[in-house]
Structure formats: C-alpha cells, structure tokens
C-alpha cells in the first residue's frame, strides 16, 4: 500500500479553506500513485479551535465540508482529522476523529480514545473520548486509526493504549492524524517515542502533524513513518508544509536515516520566524510590525526576526532616546537598522519626559528623584509612542521582553510589555544570547557592541540590569528548574554563585509578578512551559515558595 503524508498548514475557522488544501493533497496524491492520503488532526477546523466549537452551526458547517470532500476520495483515500457530534451521557455531545473517506463515503470513523488535558490542551472541556477501538477496513487491508495523543502512552500514564488493541486485531499500519506543538527538541522526542511505539508493537505507525502557527501555539510539522522494527522510512521537513509518498509494501527495504533538523538557535529562530510570520499572515496585518529599538540585545533580534519573517519593508524600528539613554545605544540601533535593512525613525523623549517631572512636583512636591515611579514613566512614553505609530499606520507592536524578565517582573506594565505578540517571551536571557550570534553566522545582523554590552533598561544614571537582578546565568538556573521543572524553592538545586537564600527571592518574585504576565501580550510557546495558556496560576494565593 502507498500512503501519501500530506502535512498542511490550516487557518482556525477557515473550513472551506482548509477544506480545499485537503483537497489540493488528495489531488497530489492521486498523481503520485498513491492509495491514501493521511493528513492532520482537525484538519478542516485548525486546532485548536477552542470555544468556536460552542459557537452555533460551527461543527456543523465543518461536517458540510468534510461532505464536500467525498468526490475526492473516489480517486485516492483520504484519512483526516475532523470533530463530528456523538451521542453521549456526559454532557458533551462532540468527538475529536479520525475519519477515512473512501469511494465517494464516509468509510470509517474513529474518535480519539486519550483527551489531554495539560499545558496547553483542554480536550476533555469539548469532547468524548472513545469507548472502543475498531480497526477500519481499507481495499481488503485492516488499518488502525487513531489520533495525536492515542500514541504517547510512553509519556503519559494513561490507562489504555490504542496502538495495542488495533494491533492485536491485526492492523497492517497505524495512521496518526496529529496536531502536536512544538517546543525545542520536540521532533527528536517525537521520533524516538513513535519507533520505541512501532517497534513494541511490530507495526508501521505513520505520523502526520500540522505545521504553521495559531495565537500562541507554533506546529512544526516532522511528519515521519517508520515501519513494524521502528526504522525510519520517510520523513517531512520542520516549520514547512510538506509532502511525501512512503511505499509499505517494501517498507524494509525503503529504510533510511533520520534526518538532520536544525537544532538549538537554529530551531528557536525558525520556530519563532513560523510563529511572528503566520501570527500575521492568518489575520491579514498588511501595514507590517513596529519595534521599538533601544540599542539593547532584546529589541535587536525581536527585530531580526520579524524581518526573517515579515521582511526588511514590513519592519519599522523606533528610537526613543530618554535623559539617559547613552550615545552608544542609538548609535547601536543605527547599526542595526543598516544591518537588517529596515527604516528607523528616531524621537527623543526628553521633552515628554520633562512634562512628567513638572506633572510629579505638583503631585509629590518637588524632588530630585522620584525613584521607580520617574523610572517607569519613561517606559510608558514609549509605550504610548508605538501605540500611537500602530493606530497611525496600522502596524502590530512586537514586545520585546524576554522570559527572565517577565519572570520576575523586570519591566513596566503598560509601557515595554505594551504590544500585540511578545515575540521573546519563552526565551530566556542566554537563549536570546544565542539567538543574536546565530543570527551573525552568515552575515552580520546584530552589532557586535550589542551583544557585548552589559545590558541596561538605561533609565537611570549608569543603570544596569545586574543593579536589581542576580547573574542571567544564575537567574536563568533558577527559573528553569521553578517553571519548566515545577520545582518549588525548597527543591531547586543552587547554579554556582547562588545559596537558598538567593533561591528563595527569585521564586518569590517569580509569583508575586504573575499579574503583570496576565497584562502582557501573546507569548509565543517555544518551550514544555510557557507563559500563557499552558502555566495557569492564580495571582492571589499565600501559598509559600
């Protein structure tokens, strides 16, 4: 049997859309020779969907197209994920399935059996899991269908496998319709978790995911097959739609290596370039990204991202130099426009700024120094001046901060948080580090002083970040093992330089900040625990670190 993966980027909501790229795959595969044609989960919703599940005649509408899509299956099958409404004594009345049309009919219908409900995935709120697993019947041959989470029984403990029961009742091949996200290193884990899979059970598994971003969420695509021993047989390539035809009948002989993806900075960078560039592209934002330019590391390679994604003419830097901004940073942004090609329009705050202190004297009294309050309204300045240019110009402000900052509160609400996607916001201070020196691989992008300076917020006189925040190296220890390992302070192992004590503050204001996070945009999602849907912790607790 030759089965086509087709992996495919959909648009959340775009049925007819997405319906006419299951059909343009159907139509590819047909012309390859192809039998079948395997897509993702939700294929003609997007995932996720969400609460447009709820929303009347959604569902409906879908299941019109996933009708409309019968013609094609007379020439070549067609196994795509779909939501169909299911009878139910649980309140919900909805199925997340695997669906194979065949001969002009619905042909077989499986629902998925394992619902996740962690990080990011909230399926139990929509749907009904499966009761049983039947294989389906295809040209004369039994096939396992199952969908996204019914293979990872090796991460998770669930208390059923799929994989097992379709393949004790014979199944030649396990179809995977999947819409898994990605973080970094997720198609390496992938890969091993499918061949262990195939290997346990001597059969085929072909896996075939989403590629493309929706709000928060980037899908890489690493679609793969491998056969009954766990070999690789054919794979499709990260952060891109893609297509190939694997041939079962000499799966053994057609065994070949896994192949080579980009790793490190390299995949951060396209992860995040796939995440800015469909944040855009699905919602029609013509006019392009405005970014404020400090002459720091962060709003440099927010900036070389959003032209590795949007292009040098739909980028627009600001300059905003204050009373202690240092010469060398607008000069540094300078650079920086040069090197990535984009406009820059520079204007200084200082008059606005001036008006704040008058404004200050008459709340406070007259002072030298109003402490944090004079520190931040210059923040917020510019804040209000790229908002200003996005209602003026219709641009999307990209935010700069980066995870250690949002972390522990290291930034201004209401004025370097302001924006519509916060590009770096699951990337720590070394990783965004990283980020610029690959960025310098090829060519030179960000200036060389940019990366070497100590970094600054340069708000007030010689200020620097190492003034109210430990080492990045140390902060950056701390918070993975907090966040990403969920280790409370008691647990967390001290990185060099640091004792309990120091531990112990982080992580309190790891908490005490969660109310800013809750003001601040989109994070993008580029590791197991970002910022956003998936960490979800209430602002008010007492519960100590």
């Given amino acids: 049997m030759r089965v086509a993966l087709a992996q495919i980027n959909p648009t959340v909501g775009d049925l007819e859309g997405n319906r006419k790229l299951v059909e343009e795959s159907a139509a590819k595969a047909a012309a390859a020779g192809a039998d079948l044609v395997v897509l993702p989960e939700m294929a003609l919703t997007g995932y996720p969907p969400m609460d447009l599940l709820e929303r009347a005649g959604f569902v409906a509408e879908q299941v019109r197209e996933l009708d409309a899509l019968l013609p094609a299956s007379r020439n070549v099958g067609i196994v795509l994920g779909a939501v169909l409404p299911t009878e139910s004594d649980h309140g919900k009345r909805l199925c997340n399935a695997a669906v194979l049309l065949s001969d002009g009919k619905r042909a077989a219908v499986q629902a998925k059996s394992l619902l996740p409900t962690y990080d990011v995935f909230d399926e139990n709120r929509y749907f009904v899991p499966a009761s049983e697993r039947r294989c389906a019947m295809f040209r004369g ?49 992938r890969r091993s978790m499918l061949s262990a899979l195939a290997d346990r059970h001597s059969v085929p598994v072909l896996f075939v995911n989403q590629v493309g971003g929706n709000d928060e969420l980037i899908f890489d695509g690493g679609s793969c097959a491998v056969d009954g021993a766990g070999r690789h047989l054919a794979s499709l390539p990260l952060f891109e739609s893609g297509f190939a035809v694997v041939d079962l009948s000499d799966a053994i002989e057609g065994a070949t290596p896994e192949p080579n993806e980009p790793e490190g900075a390299a995949q951060l960078e396209a992860g995040l370039v796939l995440g800015i560039r469909d944040y855009f592209r699905k919602q029609g934002l013509p006019p392009g990204a405005v970014v404020g330019i400090s002459g720091g590391i962060d709003s440099a390679v927010t900036a070389h991202l959003a032209v590795e994604a949007l292009g040098a003419d739909r980028v627009l830097g600001i300059a905003m130099p204050g009373p202690f901004s240092s010469d060398h940073s607008l000069d540094d942004a300078r650079e920086l426009a040069t090197h990535l090609g984009i406009e820059l329009r520079c204007v200084s705050i200082e008059p606005m700024y001036a008006s704040y202190r008058e404004s200050f004297a008459e709340l406070f009294g007259p002072k030298d120094d109003y402490g944090l309050a004079q520190q931040n309204i210059q923040s917020r300045i510019r804040g209000a001046i790229l908002m200003a240019v996005s209602n003026a110009e219709g641009r999307l402000v990209l935010a700069t901060g980066n995870k250690s900052e949002l972390s522990v509160g290291y930034c201004t609400l209401y004025g370097d948080t302001v924006g ?17 020196r690959h960025a310098n691989a090829l060519r030179t992008a960000i200036p060389q002083n940019v990366i070497e300076k100590p970094p600054s917020a340069e708000l007030a006189p010689d200020q620097l970040d190492s003034d109210d925040l430990p080492p990045y190296e140390i902060l950056d220890a701390v918070l993975e093992q907090a966040i990403e390992g969920g280790v409370g302070a008691d647990g967390i192992v001290p990185p060099p330089g640091a004792d309990a004590a120091l531990v112990t503050s982080i992580v309190a204001r790891l908490d005490r900040n969660e109310y800013k996070r809750r003001q601040s945009p989109l994070v993008l999602r580029t590791s197991t625990k970002a910022f956003g849907s998936g960490r979800r912790l209430p602002i008010v607790h007492r519960y100590g670190v």
């Fill in 141 to 189: 041959k039994a096939i396992g269908l199952t969908v996204c989470e019914d293979t990872w029984v090796d991460r998770v403990p669930y208390a059923s496998d799929p994989v097992a029961d379709l393949a004790q009742q014979g199944a030649r091949c396990i179809l995977n319709p999947s819409a898994s996200p990605w973080h970094v290193g997720k198609s390496v884990e």
């Fill in 420 to 436: 519509g996607l916060a590009v770096l916001g699951d990337v720590y201070k070394r990783d965004v580090y990283a980020l610029a």
